[in-house]
């Protein structure tokens, strides 16, 4: 299954993602801010990322912009799991990097369900 890296400042929404896909069968690091994102993806390979957006330090439209210009995650798919519903951040996201957005709560069949269709989109 795929090597995840799940960014968001909440402690308990992280552990929620890495329960939900760690039952379906994934690797999931954590990390609190993109920061600490760019730290990890510097040390290992991801197969796809989730983040929130709105995060102390660097939020998620300026890491996702960051980590895309980053040769080994060009073609990543980055899925954003936040509270934001505006078009405006969507856009954003879309032109940083973002292939996807899920709004919070999150159902976990539905989390689930997006990260399997982006994995099988970018899998050779």
Not at 43 to 57: A, T, Y
Not at 59 to 82: C, D, H, N, W
Not at 101 to 116: G, I, Q, Y
């Amino acid at each position: 299954m795929a090597k995840i890296l799940a960014v968001d400042d909440q402690l308990v929404m992280r552990q929620m993602v890495s329960v939900v896909l760690e039952k379906a069968g994934h690797t999931v690091t954590t990390a609190e801010d993109g920061v600490q994102g760019l730290a990890a993806a510097r040390k290992e390979h991801f197969d796809l990322i989730i983040s929130d957006v709105n995060m102390p330090n660097m939020g998620g439209i300026s890491f996702v912009g960051k980590i895309k210009r980053m040769e080994a995650y060009q073609y990543v798919p980055i899925l954003m799991l936040t509270t934001e519903s505006s078009q405006y951040r969507k856009d954003k996201a879309r032109q940083s990097g973002a292939s996807g957005w899920l709004t919070k709560p999150f159902d976990p069949p539905r989390l689930e369900n997006a990260v399997n269709r982006l994995i099988s989109k970018t899998a050779h």
